[in-house]
C-alpha cells in the first residue's frame, strides 16, 4: 500500500470530528509526532506519525495552494 503524501502547512480530513464538529485539521510540525491544528477551534494537538496516517483520510488543501489565495 502506498503511503499518503502530506506536507507541512497542508489542511487534511481526519477520519473523525474534532469534539467542536469539524474533521478538518492543518499540519503546524512535522517529525516523529506531528501536531496538527483544527480549523474550527484552533485547538492543537500533537499526536505519533503512525496514528496520523492511520486516521487521516485525505488531503483537501495543500500548502502550496493556500500561499496562492
Do not use: Y
Amino acid at each position: 500500500m502506498e503511503r499518503k503524501q502530506f506536507e507541512l502547512n497542508d489542511v487534511v480530513q481526519m477520519k473523525k470530528p474534532h469534539p467542536c464538529g469539524t474533521n478538518e485539521m492543518e499540519i503546524i510540525r512535522m517529525g516523529m509526532d506531528i501536531r496538527i491544528k483544527c480549523t474550527g477551534c484552533k485547538h492543537s494537538v500533537l499526536i505519533p506519525r503512525a496514528k496520523f496516517e492511520k486516521n487521516m483520510k485525505k488531503v483537501l488543501r495543500q500548502a502550496a495552494d493556500k500561499s496562492e489565495a
